[in-house]
């Protein structure tokens, strides 16, 4: 059985006037924790729609209470209580924006659960979950924005959709339409592996090459401060966030 170290890091950018992108990170040490696993969250709540910050906040806070209501569950059973989280958090989501004016507020969310050497990920919208694994890396997540699904049906390449004045129009959001449904992405882990959670203003500006190489050496804190200080340096105007999490052995040393 492994064990997991977590940090993260967030900062507003530039142009935005406050932070609407919230993390959680499990206490490894607390009990519920260890016997249900290690429960990560990044959520980038939509500006523009008001109340960004409240939507991204109870959301989070909905999906951690959820994830360790639960008595120990079994790994077979975490895809499916990750699907009760993430309708908990679309859940609290509308009950702290009941009254906004205009479109309801929403927020993407991505979440990382890992229980023995399994990882378990569940997201809405366009944050990304990546892995790194020695020197390379790749996103385990789909985005769900328009764009994307222009890439998919082969109507923009990878390079014009990154350039295109549509690209942070998301078509699933926590808190939004009736539902929200995630993706779920089960990886079998490795001692060494990093896991890499990240908001649109730090994986618009960064690649898979500095995923890996930043997480590589630096502790999980330290890492995902550099990649925030990064996509600042790169230019985000949109607030920035990253939580890395390194996968250990038994003993909390890598081999």
């Known amino acids: 059985m492994g064990m997991v170290v977590g940090g993260a890091a967030r900062a507003t950018g530039p142009v935005r006037e406050h932070n609407e992108d919230t993390y959680r990170l499990a206490d490894p040490a607390h009990p519920q924790a260890r016997a249900c696993g290690y429960l990560a969250i990044l959520a980038d709540g939509m500006g523009g729609h008001g109340r960004g ?10 999906l951690f209470a959820r994830y360790y209501a639960e008595p120990p569950p079994p790994p077979t059973t975490i895809p499916d209580l990750l699907r009760a989280g993430v309708a908990e958090a679309h859940a609290h989501v509308r009950a702290a924006t009941a009254g906004a004016g205009g479109r309801a507020p929403g927020t993407t969310l991505v979440a990382a659960a890992v229980r023995d050497d399994l990882l378990f990920v569940a997201n809405i919208g366009d944050s990304r979950a990546y892995l790194a694994r020695g020197g390379a890396a790749f996103q ?44 779920i992405f089960v990886v079998a882990l490795q001692p060494g592996d990093r896991v890499i959670l990240c908001s649109d203003g730090v994986h618009g500006h960064l690649g898979p090459q500095e995923f890996a190489a930043l997480t590589e050496a630096a502790d999980p804190q330290a890492a995902s401060e550099a990649l ?3 996509a600042l340096q790169r ?21």
Do not use: M
């Open 53 to 62: 910050d409240v939507a991204s906040d109870a959301a989070s806070d909905g």
């Open 140 to 183: 385990l997540t789909r985005d769900h924005s328009l764009v994307a699904a222009q890439v998919a049906a082969g109507v923009l390449t990878t390079a014009e959709a990154a350039a295109s004045a549509q690209r942070n129009l998301i078509t699933r959001a926590v808190g939004q339409a009736d539902a929200a449904e995630p993706d």
């Open 228 to 230: 925030v200080s990064l």
């Open 235 to 255: 230019g985000t105007t949109d607030n920035a966030s990253a939580v890395v999490l390194r996968y250990h052995a038994g003993d909390g040393t890598p081999r």
